[in-house]
């Protein structure tokens, strides 16, 4: 039985992830190390609460002596590192969260695993690979697009919030163990994730939530800015790969292709709701358009070509189709039926 530390594993996409990985793998054991900030909910993880081979522990990644005895107790073969501060604009307002957790929590991660496994020979080596840390990240670091071109793994570095910009020195931790200590290491930048148990804060979160309670639906600016939507299951279904199969040292960008606007995006959900949810007018007349982030990024977008063609990944998720199902998700939520 390997055992695999998740951190953050009680946010959106660890809470998918962990579900679908222990089903997945019969062989592993998760450590769920969160410290079940605002954007946690262990509600998410309740089909696996009593699962023998799943285990929660409450804390805080920058801890180090708690994050040293976990790997003394669990003897981890493998991080998969998803905890992180995430909304930009709470990273506008207060970026001291996001340096201390994205930067320094990631640097305690990776110094006490490298540590570790380089003094333990109890480790498994399965197939000969050595312990993997798993650093989960997003295409914002690339910074932003123009009208056309899509993000590479080889797409310089050029982040224009607090958010991205811890995310991107915390990607260079990363590289940095791999490259000086030799560390067995992989990157994953994704782009925009959707689906079931998102925090209300965000973007297809707010609109579906915000239209059912009456309220504006708030949209940045002229609502043209545009992002790849990823399933979150479909998101899911590479890490997975990554992890087990990904090259040390190597990033993989997780794009869908599948580029929408806000506006449209506000629209689409309008509709569906329009059709499984009626009210005397339509949703769309709530749209309201507000002030502009600052620093809104235009366009994000993703070419996934790496992870297609060397790892035989493909999105199985059609955006119309998740949509539609995490709208039903929702509105079961927001008005218990």
């Known amino acids: 039985m390997q055992t695999v530390l998740i951190t953050g ?10 579900p679908y990985f222990l089903e997945m793998n019969p062989n592993f054991q998760i450590v769920n190390l969160d410290k079940l900030t605002y954007a946690a909910d262990l509600n998410n993880l309740i089909e696996v609460a009593d699962n023998e081979r799943y ?3 409450e804390g805080d990644i920058c801890d180090r002596n708690l994050v040293e005895k976990l790997f003394q107790q669990y003897n981890f073969n493998g991080v998969i590192h998803f905890a992180a501060e995430s909304h930009v604009d709470n990273s506008i307002k207060n970026p001291d969260a996001f340096i201390k957790t994205n930067v320094f929590g990631t640097f305690i991660l990776l110094d006490v695993a490298k540590k570790f496994w380089a003094n ?16 989960i990240s997003t295409d914002e670091v690339y910074g932003s697009l123009g009208e056309e071109g899509y993000f590479t793994e080889e797409t310089p570095y050029a982040p224009n919030s607090p958010y991205s910009a811890s995310k991107a020195a915390s990607d260079m931790l990363v590289r940095s163990y791999f490259h000086t ?14 689906g079931p148990k998102q925090h209300d804060e965000k973007l297809i979160p707010t609109i579906i939530r915000k239209a059912i309670s009456g309220e504006n639906i708030p949209i940045y600016g002229n609502g043209k800015n545009v992002r790849d939507w990823l399933h979150v299951l479909d998101h899911c279904k590479a890490i997975e790969l990554v992890y087990k199969n ?3 040292g190597e990033t993989y960008a997780i794009g869908a292709n599948s580029e929408q606007n806000n506006v449209t995006i506000a629209n689409n959900i309008c509709a569906i709701l329009d059709e499984l949810h009626p009210k005397e007018t339509s949703y769309k007349n709530q749209i309201t358009f507000v002030t ?4 809104h990024d235009f366009r994000y977008a993703i070419d996934a070509s790496k992870i297609k063609n060397e790892l035989h990944w493909e999105p199985s998720e059609t955006f119309d189709n998740g949509l539609r199902n995490t709208i039903k998700w929702y509105v079961k939520k927001y008005t218990n039926l």
């Open 9 to 18: 594993g009680a946010g959106f996409i660890g809470a998918n992830f962990i």
């Open 55 to 57: 285990i929660f522990v």
């Open 120 to 135: 333990n020979e109890n480790i498994s080596k399965t197939n000969s690979k050595n312990p993997r840390f798993h650093h």
């Open 181 to 194: 200590f030799g560390m067995n290491v992989v990157t994953t930048n994704c782009s925009n994730n959707y």
């Open 246 to 248: 990904g090259k040390a």
């Open 292 to 295: 502009d982030r600052l620093g």
